[in-house]
């Protein structure tokens, strides 16, 4: 039984790594030199514009857009209890920042598509074990570590820590901190608060506008997050990463140090599990199933929609029996492919419909199970009377194929073009305008290879139909840079 690996591609230009379990690409992470993600880097920003209509305000962080910061991101100066309960409620915007102020804030989502990046006045900084949260006392305790006597024991642990060594900060327990040693615990706390006073200090000397600190980068990330998995190997192909990686472990990280390797293969490490063809596979809209069905992802400005089919899968037994397994088998290919293609957000599965209630409960729970592996917190409500299951999925970095690709320059992201007989009626409309208009003694016709063929093979009756009508003559040239839907009438 294989587990789970990570391999580590890295060029001086980008950083790709990779999840694999059991031999199956899971997960892949990306950063690229010239655009490292800023999720959990530090600003001085300077407040730009406070607009209270959104209850928001725009900050600036440096970038090319300024930041978004909402007001229930905004840690408030004073909390006001409501009425005849303990509820907090958030002040407007205009009551927490003023235009030109400066202040200490934290990006929590990439820039996406054409928004900026996501900021929060809640200032959070990780550690193996711990969260450091500076302005907070609390202790909070993962949810992911469930056995009551455990989280008793940490919280009173912190607790205890917080107390020896006078620190006036909150935490958050993760979960890699289950089992772990007294002595483990207040090593990560003495570390966080040491590296909080230094950030305190470069925000004294930075302008507005400037990084106090950034995360680390992603070879080390993915090490100190995936800590707690049970992973097999780390593979990586360069021998500088290999020393930096295992440095990091030696200090933070000790138990995974024999797991790291370096591969010297000359086979690319990518190729080791087929990782290049499934990246492929993951920016189409069509996903294969085993069985014969397929799934059709479309991913929209507002929402990510998932269709089920049933295909080439007729079953054994009846109808009902057909669906119940080509839903089965896309509920687990469901949360693979969010994974891989790193999808948040909104998402919306049109499963085949069910007429049996068990069945749509089986369906459900076996897409649940499936996603209790994704490390990105998730929310899957029940099946809705059309049959649809909502759900969502916490986004912070650009899908998969966001970071790699770019609207088509020929359909611009419609993922349509114009048929060649629709672009030939066009082009008719057009040269009656242009002769009714002007004077001209010919007239000259640039279009795409198809729409030429298309005028003077099937639509040739039609072209002399026209040159006849308006009583000038009609040429027509191939133009080899043109699109589809591209033409131009010219005047001789």
């Known amino acids: 039984m294989m587990g789970t690996e990570i391999l580590m591609n890295v060029t001086p230009q980008e950083t790709r790594v990779a999840l694999v379990e059991n031999g199956v690409l899971m997960e892949l992470s990306m950063e690229r030199a010239r ?28 970038l090319e857009r300024a930041a978004f910061l909402h007001a229930s991101d ?43 990046a996501r900021l929060t006045t809640y200032i959070t900084v990780p550690s193996r074990y711990l969260v450091l949260m500076p302005g907070n006392t609390t202790v909070g305790i993962s949810t992911r570590i469930e056995t009551d006597t455990e989280r008793a024991r940490l919280k009173g642990t912190v ?34 608060v040491k590296l909080w006073q230094t950030i305190q200090q470069a925000v004294q000397k930075a302008r507005a506008g400037s990084e106090v600190y950034m995360d680390l980068p992603l070879t080390l990330r993915i090490l100190r997050d995936m800590v707690g998995v049970e992973l097999e190997k780390i593979r990586i192909d360069s021998r500088e990463t290999v020393q930096r990686v295992s440095e990091f472990a030696a200090q933070y990280v000790p138990e995974l140090l024999d797991r790291i390797e370096h591969y010297p293969g000359e086979r690319p490490i990518f190729d080791l599990y087929n990782v ?7 920016l189409e809209r069509k996903v294969e199933l085993k069985s014969g069905g397929y799934l059709i992802f ?11 089919n049933t295909g080439a899968f007729v079953g054994h037994r009846n109808l009902e029996e057909t669906i119940f397994k080509t839903n089965l088998e896309a509920a687990q290919a469901i949360a693979r492919q969010l994974r891989l293609r790193n999808l948040g957000g909104i998402i919306i599965v049109d499963f085949i419909d069910m007429t049996q209630e068990d069945h749509k409960r089986q369906v459900l729970r076996s897409l649940e199970k499936a996603m209790e592996k994704d490390y990105a917190k998730s929310q899957i409500c029940d099946v ?8 969502t999925r916490k986004r912070t970095r650009e899908s998969l194929e966001h970071l790699l690709c770019e609207p088509c320059p020929t359909c611009m992201g419609r993922g349509y073009v114009k048929s060649a007989e629709t672009v030939c009626y066009e082009m008719f409309r057009e040269i009656l305008r242009e002769a009714r208009q002007f004077d001209a003694r010919e007239l000259l016709v ?33 133009e080899s840079l043109y699109t589809q839907e591209q033409f131009d009438v010219v005047l001789l």
């Open 298 to 308: 479309d991913q929209t400005e507002a929402m990510t929609t998932i269709d089920i």
């Open 384 to 391: 809705s009377p059309l049959g649809l299951v909502e759900m």
């Open 159 to 192: 607790e205890g820590l917080q107390a020896e060594l006078g620190c006036s900060h909150g935490f958050i327990v993760r979960t890699a901190a289950e089992a772990a040693p007294l002595e483990a615990l207040r090593n990560d706390m003495i570390f966080l």
């Open 74 to 116: 905004v840690a408030p100066v004073e909390r006001e209890e409501l009425q005849g309960g303990e509820t907090e409620r958030t002040e407007p915007i205009q009551r927490l920042l003023r235009e030109g102020q400066d202040i200490l804030v934290q990006v929590i989502k990439d820039p996406l598509g054409t928004k900026g």
């Open 276 to 282: 290049e063809d499934e990246i492929q596979k993951a």
């Open 446 to 478: 640039l279009a795409s290879q198809p729409v030429v063929d298309l005028l003077l093979d099937e639509e040739s009756a039609s072209v002399a139909q026209l040159q006849e009508f308006i009583g000038i003559p009609i040429r027509f040239q191939v």
């Open 35 to 62: 655009r490292r993600g800023l999720v959990g880097n530090i600003y001085k920003g300077r407040v730009s514009r406070v607009l209270p209509g959104m209850d928001a305000a725009f900050v600036d962080i440096g």
